[in-house]
T-cell receptor, first 116, second 111 residues
Framework: KAGVTQTPRYLIKTRGQQVTLSCSPI?????VSWYQQTPGQGLQFLFE???????NKGNFPGRFSGRQFSNSRSEMNVSTLELGDSALYLC???????????????FGEGSRLTVL | DAKTTQPNSMESNEEEPVHLPCNHS???????IHWYRQLPSQGPEYVIH???SNVNNRMASLAIAEDRKSSTLILHRATLRDAAVYYC????????????FGPGTRLSVLP
């Protein structure tokens, strides 16, 4: 079965622009979360969606936003890009919302964003 | 606050067992211990998770101390493909996907 698909894989933007990243979860998975990975800060949680509702949000400014569609696909948007937003953005999906005691996160390969 | 402590790096020889330690001294009763690994240029990959009892799967074993303040991920026979960063995460059940990843342990496997 297909894994988590993220597009685009690589992109370059300039400061002040905005970017939209897309994530298609594994078929049947309803929970999607986003993480930012940088060399300095490591992996940091951005937000999580289940059934089109944001369930958790990490400690990121309002320039970072996301949404989930009825087919569970998710997008995240970063507006007014800053140099520090250069990172690998990872999407993960899981089967349900009822905790992770019986489940696991499946990560995509990420979208690498470079801000010039 | 990663809530877990791991060595920055470890080295192993190919085909030998590897024991990756993790300290989580402030763990609470509803926190599970999860292990993920990240191979170069890939997203993290689930390895194993557990609550109190030792756990085994096709990838690894997880040994949890009786007081749950520490755990050890055991790779029974390291291969070159096991070279990765290994993350130990404590996470409250029913708390969503907001994992707190620490810096992890970078495992090198020598041929």
């Amino acid at each position: 079965k297909a894994g988590v698909t993220q597009t685009p894989r690589y992109l370059i933007k300039t400061r002040g622009q905005q970017v939209t990243l897309s994530c298609s979860p594994i078929s049947g998975h309803r929970s999607v979360s986003w993480y930012q990975q940088t060399p300095g800060q490591g992996l940091q949680f951005l937000f999580e969606y289940f059934s089109e509702t944001q369930r958790n949000k990490g400690n990121f400014p309002g320039r970072f936003s996301g949404r989930q569609f009825s087919n569970s696909r998710s997008e995240m948007n970063v507006s007014t890009l800053e140099l520090g937003d250069s990172a690998l953005y990872l999407c993960a999906s899981s089967l349900g919302i009822a905790g992770l005691a019986t489940g696991e996160l499946f990560f995509g390969e990420g979208s690498r964003l470079t801000v010039l | 606050d990663a809530k877990t402590t791991q060595p920055n790096s470890m080295e192993s020889n190919e085909e030998e067992p590897v024991h990756l330690p993790c300290n989580h001294s402030t763990i609470s009763g509803t926190d599970y211990i999860h292990w993920y690994r990240q191979l170069p240029s890939q997203g993290p990959e689930y390895v194993i998770h557990g609550l109190t009892s030792n756990v085994n799967n096709r990838m690894a074993s997880l040994a949890i101390a009786e007081d749950r303040k520490s755990s050890t991920l055991i790779l029974h026979r390291a291969t070159l493909r096991d070279a990765a960063v290994y993350y130990c995460i404590r996470h409250r059940d029913n708390y969503g996907q907001n994992f707190v990843f620490g810096p992890g342990t970078r495992l090198s496997v020598l041929p």
